[in-house]
T-cell receptor
Framework: NAGVMQNPRHLVRRRGQEARLRCSPM?????VYWYRQLPEEGLKFMVY????????ESGMPKERFSAEFPKEGPSILRIQQVVRGDSAAYFC???????????????FGDGTRLSIL | QKEVEQDPGPLSVPEGAIVSLNCTYSNSAFQYFMWYRQYSRKGPELLMYTYSSGNKEDGRFTAQVDKSSKYISLFIRDSQPSDSATYLC????????????FGKGMKLTVNP
């Protein structure tokens, strides 16, 4: 009964490199959410996806960040040309249905801790 | 004004104490209220999930919502050292975005 799986758990990149963070939702869950947790800050919403569709990306920076959730395989959060300010913990959550219409709570993975040198 | 404000911490209590954690929110459209517990280097774990005003109890945990005051609370009875973690309130609006809006979190330490 695996929960939300994120990998890698830790990722170190140099400025200017690309970071790819992966998230496999819980079994039976088709809704994926990405959140970012900066030091001394709360969790902030970035993007909400269903299979093959981005539903809400209002929390995602307009440049360098992208997300996908293909028909097969995990959801990917991609950060291009990383900068020091991207250092944070990135959490993925999944739910069986839309939280707002079907009371399906979001369950979180243990995150990827991204460090930029 | 921030959408969700959570009492600043950290909070340290002796084992067996009753703990009260609180959040206020500004948007009266918020309808779903959650408490997550986050252990160090781990992801948030859903503790309590409630929709309406009033109390919801689960073992040693009680979630309380007062929509008229826009105030939510989590009470922990007979606190244990294993309760030591960061507690996050999270709020949600039905029919709007699917995003959860979190408080900053309160770090709780229960001393044996």
């Amino acid at each position: 009964n695996a929960g939300v799986m994120q990998n890698p758990r830790h990722l170190v990149r140099r400025r200017g490199q690309e970071a790819r963070l992966r998230c496999s939702p819980m079994k039976g869950h088709s809704h994926v959410y990405w959140y970012r947790q900066l030091p001394e800050e709360g969790l902030k919403f970035m993007v909400y996806l269903q299979k093959e569709n981005i539903i809400d990306e209002s929390g995602m920076p307009k440049e360098r960040f992208s997300a996908e959730f293909p028909k097969e395989g995990p959801s990917i959060l991609r950060i291009q040309q990383v900068v020091r300010g991207d250092s944070a913990a990135y959490f993925c959550a999944s739910s069986r249905g839309q939280t707002s219409y079907s009371n399906q709570p979001q369950h979180f993975g243990d995150g990827t801790r991204l460090s930029i040198l | 004004q921030k959408e969700v404000e959570q009492d600043p911490g950290p909070l340290s209590v002796p084992e067996g104490a009753i703990v009260s954690l609180n959040c206020t929110y500004s948007n009266s459209a918020f309808q779903y209220f959650m408490w997550y517990r986050q252990y160090s280097r781990k992801g948030p774990e859903l503790l309590m999930y409630t929709y309406s005003s009033g109390n919801k109890e689960d073992g040693r945990f009680t979630a309380q919502v007062d929509k008229s005051s826009k105030y939510i609370s989590l009470f922990i009875r007979d606190s244990q050292p294993s309760d030591s973690a960061t507690y996050l309130c999270a709020i949600f609006t039905q029919g709007g975005s699917e995003k959860l809006v979190f408080g900053k979190g309160m770090k709780l330490t229960v001393n044996p």
